[in-house]
């Protein structure tokens, strides 16, 4: 019954895609400039004239109290966090027109933030502005150096762990009985030095997580190796005989997503553009979370429709024999 929200193994037609990162990003998700020219994202969208609600203002200059709309510096500025190439949009959402794509890793200086949808305003050159997901960038601000300024009387040692209680007492006990009675022991000798090798795990970055793992029938386990620090994307697809009945799937369906019971909001944020894999066609979400801490995550996601669906071998929605779908995917960091 959940062949339609991923794969049907039984049918030959059907093939389980790659898992490798998607061929398209999202305009999201939660995560500045590739290709030679900007591809929209978002085929059916209507194109929209973006009316700011939210307006930039120097850091020397406070807002207006009765203006809840929140300032960004002109320090900030956010870089690409995605495999692929973003959009850059006329306003902040979807709906509006791409204007430019920014590369992985690419930087842009935030003019502000838009209170309603989340999305960052930034500026692509000296004349023109755009709109990105705040999910596609990882935003920096500088970060004031730390100064250690030694007293007369001791040496600061950094980052040296103590891995031997006992034998750095009694070390102190030898130094101090050795001060008292200076003229009655031989020279003291320090004990060795303890040595230790700190395992320091490096967080691992954007590791896809399919929201259905639990689920062995699909055959794509859930992740291992994750530490503290690390982020994933959770991802789960719908396939359909053709594009038209992926639209249906997409206009009709209420997705909800939440990790350890908190929910994930504006789903369709991540939502990739539709494309055809094989004899069918497909639809791909890639949600990022993170980071993570040390613990134990179960994903749940659920899926149902406003109205009645087909993916071109059975029906969903109300009135038909499965009328929501409900799946899930634990896993534990280090």
Known sequence: MLAALFLLPWLAACQLPSLSAPTETPTITPSNSPEPSPTPTDTQAPTATFTPTATAM???????????????????????????????????????????????????????????????????????????????????????????????????????PIVDLPAAHAGATAIAAATDEAAALPTATAPPTAQATLQVATPRRDVDVFAFCDDRAFGISPPTGLTNGSTIRIFWGWFASSEALVWQHINNAVHALRVNGTEIADLDNFRLTPRQDGGQYVVYWYVPYGPLTAGSYEVSYRVSWQSAISDGYARYGPGTNTEFEEESCGFVVR
């Open 58 to 160: 120097p850091s020397s200059t406070p807002p207006p109290s009765d203006s809840p709309t929140p300032t960004l510096t002109p320090t900030l500025y956010g870089i690409v966090n995605a495999n692929q190439r973003i959009n850059v949009r006329g306003g902040p959402g979807t709906s509006f027109a791409v204007i430019d794509a920014l590369s992985p890793g690419t930087s842009a200086n935030i003019i502000e933030q838009d209170e309603a949808t989340g999305w960052y305003h930034i500026q692509l050159d000296a004349e023109t502005t755009g709109w990105v997901s705040a999910a596609l960038l990882l935003v920096e601000t500088p970060t004031p150096p730390i100064t250690v300024v030694p007293t007369a009387d001791y040496e600061l040692l950094l980052d040296i």
